[in-house]
C-alpha cells in the first residue's frame, strides 16, 4: 500500500507565499517523477510543476519564475514553494507520484488567496 500525503494548504493574501509538502509511504521500490497538479472550482486539474528523481523540473508558464519544487529522495519527499500567489490561485493542489510503476494521488490540500 502506498500513500501520498499533503501538507501546508491555507488562506494567504495576494503576493503572499506558502510552501507545500507530500511525503510518500509505505511499499515503494521506485519513485520516477512527483509533482503537483491543481484544480480550481469548476475547472479540469492542470499540472503546476514535475521533478524527476534526477532533480529535472517543468513549471506551467503561469508559475515560472514564481514557484518552485524541490525534492528530497531520501524522504520521498516532494515541496513546492509558491511566491506571489494570486487569488485566481486558489484551487485544491494534489500532489502525484510515479511510484513502482504505478500512477498515485494524495487528497489534496487546500490553497485560498485572498484579495
Known amino acids: 500500500q502506498v500513500q501520498l500525503v499533503e501538507s501546508g494548504g491555507g488562506l494567504v493574501q495576494a503576493g503572499g507565499s506558502l510552501r507545500l509538502s507530500c511525503a510518500a509511504s509505505g511499499s515503494i521500490s521506485s519513485i520516477n517523477v512527483m509533482g503537483w497538479f491543481r484544480q480550481a472550482p469548476g475547472k479540469q486539474r492542470d499540472l503546476v510543476a514535475r521533478i524527476s528523481a534526477g532533480g529535472f523540473t517543468y513549471y506551467a508558464d503561469s508559475v515560472k519564475g514564481r514557484f518552485a519544487i524541490s525534492r528530497d529522495n531520501a524522504k520521498n519527499t516532494i515541496f513546492l514553494e509558491m511566491n506571489s500567489l494570486r487569488p485566481e490561485e486558489t484551487a485544491v493542489y494534489y500532489c502525484?507520484?510515479?511510484?513502482?510503476?504505478?500512477?498515485?494521488w494524495g487528497q489534496g490540500t487546500q490553497v485560498s488567496g485572498t484579495s
Open positions: 502525484y507520484a510515479n511510484i513502482n510503476r504505478h500512477q498515485h
